[in-house]
T-cell receptor, first 111, second 115 residues
Framework: GEDVEQSLFLSVREGDSSVINCTYT??????LYWYKQEPGAGLQLLTYIFSNMDMKQDQRLTVLLNKKDKHLSLRIADTQTGDSAIYFC???????????FGRGTSLIVHP | DTAVSQTPKYLVTQMGNDKSIKCEQN?????MYWYKQDSKKFLKIMFSYNNKELIINETVPNRFSPKSPDKAHLNLHINSLELGDSAVYFCASSQGYSGKGNEQFFGPGTRLTVL
């Protein structure tokens, strides 16, 4: 199986909350990231969480980490059409901390 | 000010040709990368350079040769292009380990189409 797995698509109605889930296999992951890729653009770091944290909140974004289950989630409150993008989960370990990316979840927000 | 820039943005070429993609970063980072994103959006690291030295070379055909003339530039040269090379190639840079782990700053991508 892949090192970082995510579902490929999520469709939500504008104003609802979105929850994007991710699982990873490396129990020694140190940092976990969420990147956002808008159409025709490169990835941009949205938020990250250190492995000794359970939760991190940043405005409309909430990241939850269940280290035991190796499960990471990103919740976007009050989802807007501008949130439509591909969201990549990534994890990094080791001295180089080069991240390993999941395949990305396409978030589609409809009116 | 563009942090990580790539040229060209689009590249359409015939099979068998040789082409180059250029990347520059003005963030003062020591580490630069090349990633390949396929049609299913899977992002795979190809190379990583730190201070002009190659530190990661994933399983990539030797038709792909990165070159780093200085730590702000990392170019990618591809010989004898094949249909399967069609993808979006992203350059990225980072300052290595920091309080944000290893945050990657991505360029806008180069969409390569091999006919």
């Amino acid at each position: 199986g892949e090192d970082v797995e995510q579902s490929l698509f999520l469709s939500v109605r504008e104003g609802d909350s979105s929850v994007i889930n991710c699982t990873y296999t490396d129990s020694s992951s140190t940092y976990l990231y969420w990147y956002k890729q808008e159409p025709g653009a490169g990835l941009q770091l949205l938020t990250y969480i250190f492995s000794n944290m359970d939760m991190k909140q940043d405005q409309r974004l909430t990241v939850l980490l269940n280290k035991k289950d190796k499960h990471l989630s990103l919740r976007i409150a009050d989802t807007q059409t501008g949130d439509s993008a591909i969201y990549f989960c990534a994890e990094s370990t080791g001295g180089s901390y080069i991240p390993t990316f999941g395949r990305g979840t396409s978030l589609i927000v409809h009116p | 000010d563009t942090a990580v820039s790539q040229t060209p943005k689009y590249l359409v070429t015939q099979m068998g040709n040789d082409k180059s993609i250029k990347c520059e970063q003005n963030l003062g980072h020591d580490t630069m990368y090349w990633y390949k994103q396929d049609s299913k959006k899977f992002l795979k690291i190809m190379f990583s350079y730190n201070n002009k030295e190659l530190i990661i070379n994933e399983t990539v055909p030797n038709r792909f040769s990165p070159k780093s003339p200085d730590k702000a530039h990392l170019n990618l040269h591809i010989n004898s292009l094949e249909l399967g090379d069609s993808a979006v190639y992203f350059c990225a840079s980072s300052q290595g380990y920091s309080g944000k782990g290893n945050e990657q700053f991505f360029g806008p991508g180069t969409r390569l189409t091999v006919l």
